[in-house]
């Protein structure tokens, strides 16, 4: 196994460390803008191809300005997801607001901002239509959920057991009562997989949206004008694992296109995506610091991070790579746990991971945390929000404090209010 990149020298991140303080994530802007270049311009054949950025994945703002610089939009899904949009200068239609639960204030911003709504449920149509002076949007997409057609995985599971997007049979029946009070432009989305390596699992889900496309127009005479193909594109997280090349997936949808779309006079149909894992993961590290080197009936290290500061391992049982900077070089003859401080025995990066000998002080990289690091964390045992910083150009910048105590009690009541 080779070891991963890392996007600064030991010594940079070494000397950082020490300026700064830890745990901290960092992001490589300069690997971020040229991996969204590279996906818009492997699709640059579809017209107006646009990847809505899942916002969900890294939500900060000064991330989703150098994705709109570059052409990008964003995927929201809650209030405060399309404020940071907002914030980011992501106009209108370059938003696609999918709805699922969805209060009437999130129904409303995404309105005012002339966002695609993209609806979940049957039931959520007269809630737009209530609020949209008892007319739907010109523009309109409907989640699908193809139920036992498709197979998901563990992180989105079983379609048949999801609670997203709508049955085929109600699908039609939607696009139908869209049209008849007052939509004029319809388009068609889905997201079946999460992390997704096998490159003929986005191919197939493309296969399915465009006979999909074919069967909404022979049922209800509708023209769909674009596919979201969702996110689901997954990273290489261990070193031995393949990353999706954009263009070979681009050329495989593209020959799929020319029979299923333009042979049968459905053209033109925009493609989409609203990937956020595959942009920005591979593009993000936690940084920590070893506390303590334990020996009980396992070796544990531990760090001054935990899974407040980056959940996966512990929900998903999920692999980051881990790098002790400075050793390298050293042979990985010790087995440990890395572990945080929290009161939860799965507090853990790593379980049974060979490493270089650790000592008290020791540096890590926790690699691949661009995406559903920072933003899954929390506030359990009082820990508080560490901070974010960004390569930019050939500079360093803070782009989140980290959280203070004054932070974390910002909402209590000095005295209980009576209500």
């Known amino acids: 196994m080779t070891e991963k990149n890392l996007p600064l020298s030991d010594n940079e991140l070494m ?18 803008r040229g991996n969204a270049r590279e996906m818009l311009d492997a699709f640059s054949w ?10 969900k994945a890294l939500p900060n703002a000064n991330i989703l300005r150098i994705l709109a610089s570059e052409g990008f939009g964003a995927d929201c899904s809650s209030l405060p997801e399309l404020l940071l949009a907002e914030e980011a200068g992501i106009p209108g239609e370059r938003i696609m607001f999918s709805s699922n639960d969805t209060p009437d204030d999130e129904f409303e911003k995404a309105l005012e901002m002339g966002a695609i ?5 049957m039931t959520h149509i007269a809630d737009v239509m209530a609020l949209n002076g008892n007319r739907m949007p010109k523009a309109i997409s409907f989640r699908y959920n193809p139920g036992p057609d498709r197979t998901g995985n563990a992180i989105i599971g079983n379609p048949v057991e999801a609670k997203y997007g709508v049955r085929k049979d109600q699908l039609m029946a939607c696009f139908r009562i869209a049209r008849d009070n007052g939509a004029e432009r319809f388009m068609l989305h889905t997201m079946v997989a999460s992390n997704e390596l096998n490159e003929d699992y ?7 949206l465009f006979a999909l496309v074919h069967e909404i127009r022979n049922e209800t005479g509708i023209a769909i004008e674009q596919v979201d193909l969702g996110g689901g594109i997954g990273i290489p997280y261990r070193a031995e694992d393949d990353r999706i090349s954009f263009r070979s997936l681009s050329e495989r949808i593209r020959d799929l296109y020319a029979t299923m779309i333009e042979a049968k006079g459905l053209a033109p149909l925009r493609i989409s995506f609203e990937c956020g894992r595959c942009i ?3 593009f993000g590290w936690l940084i920590s610091r070893v506390w303590h080197v334990a020996h009980k009936y396992t070796d544990f290290v531990g760090l001054d991070a935990s899974m407040a500061d980056l959940m996966r391992p512990a929900m998903y ?3 980051h790579h881990i790098t002790v900077l400075g050793k390298e070089d050293l042979p990985k003859d010790h087995l440990y746990d890395v572990t945080g401080s929290l009161c939860e025995n799965n507090d853990k990066f790593a379980i049974d991971r060979q490493l270089p000998i650790i000592e008290r002080g020791d540096l890590l990289a926790i690699h691949d945390t661009g995406a559903h690091g920072h933003a899954m964390g929390f506030n359990y045992n009082g820990k508080l929000r560490h901070a974010e910083y960004l390569i930019d150009g050939d500079g360093i910048c803070m782009i989140r404090r980290a959280e203070t105590y004054e932070d974390y009690v910002r909402t209590q009541l000095a005295q209980p209010e009576r209500i």
């Open 15 to 32: 000397q950082l460390a020490s300026r700064v303080g830890t745990p901290f994530h960092i992001y490589d802007g300069n690997a971020i």
């Open 117 to 121: 709504i993209n609806l979940d449920d």
């Open 280 to 282: 920005t993961g591979p």
């Open 317 to 319: 049982g999920a692999y």
């Open 46 to 55: 579809s017209d107006g191809f646009i990847n809505y950025f899942a916002v």
């Open 202 to 208: 986005i191919v197939e889900t493309a296969r399915m």
